[in-house]
């Protein structure tokens, strides 16, 4: 047996704000930073040790990581930062308060932008390039995501670099977002994507599976205060 555990980083400025994110780059808030020093000791408190920590590019995510790192007495676990880890990209909406965007477009259709597999926001005209991903093709920058296209550009990341690791009986640990982190359980869990929309993943709530050797799951636990 083998257990993976995936994290959502502590709540950002943007949550708090109720705003769009996905591929922005925002802070987390003081109270997202308490969370995730919970959230590290919830780990730590259940005895989980891992070989590797993987994360997206983007500091939410990674102060989250680095926070339960160090709860864990584990800074010194490698630590790979990917862009396909990033949270969903929200096109045209981003930055924009959701519930005015609500009154804006209506319940019924952000509903469908925020929860469907398959429904993508409006895009941005154009992509916005940063240095953080000069190393790859400016064609990995998105100028709006459906969860399915958030799912197609992580899953080549789970099965390349976290797979391998699990297979070998390592122990794993994922820190990135609500959306990815939606796509990675819909397809651990084999969940259709009529079905999807009903799943959330909580700020800094440590989801902790256990795995066979066929990587099927055994056992589902959320760690939480008790």
């Not at 950002?12 to 003081?30: E, H, I, K, M, R």
């Not at 109270?31 to 590019?57: C, D, E, K, N, Y």
């Not at 958030?150 to 640990?173: C, F, I, M, T």
Request: aromatic fraction near 8%.
């Amino acid at each position: 047996m083998v257990q993976l555990v995936l994290v959502r980083h502590g709540e950002s400025t943007a949550n708090f704000d109720n705003t769009y994110t996905g591929w922005s780059d925002v802070d987390l808030t003081a109270h997202g930073r308490a969370q995730a020093h919970v959230a590290g000791q919830l780990i730590a408190a259940s005895g989980l040790q891992f070989t590797a920590v993987h994360t997206s590019m983007l500091r939410r995510a990674i102060m989250t990581a680095y926070i339960i790192q160090d709860e864990l007495h584990a800074n010194w676990l490698p630590i790979t930062k990917s862009w396909r880890l990033n949270e969903r990209h929200y096109g045209a909406l981003r930055g924009l308060n959701k519930d005015k965007t609500r009154a804006l477009f209506g319940r019924q259709q952000v509903a469908q932008w925020r929860r469907s597999y398959t429904a993508e926001p409006p895009h941005l005209a154009r992509a916005h390039h940063q240095r953080r991903y000069a190393h790859w093709p400016t064609s990995i920058i998105p100028t709006g995501e459906s969860l399915a296209d958030a799912s197609a550009r992580l899953l080549p990341y789970w099965n390349d670099a976290v797979v391998p690791q699990l297979r070998a009986g390592h122990n794993q640990l994922i820190v990135a977002h609500g959306s990815t982190l939606r796509a990675l359980i819909k397809h651990l869990e084999g969940i259709a994507d009529t079905d999807i929309d009903g799943v959330e993943v909580g700020n800094a709530a440590p989801i902790v599976y256990t795995l066979n050797q066929r990587l099927a799951i055994t056992d589902k636990v959320t760690l939480a205060e008790k």
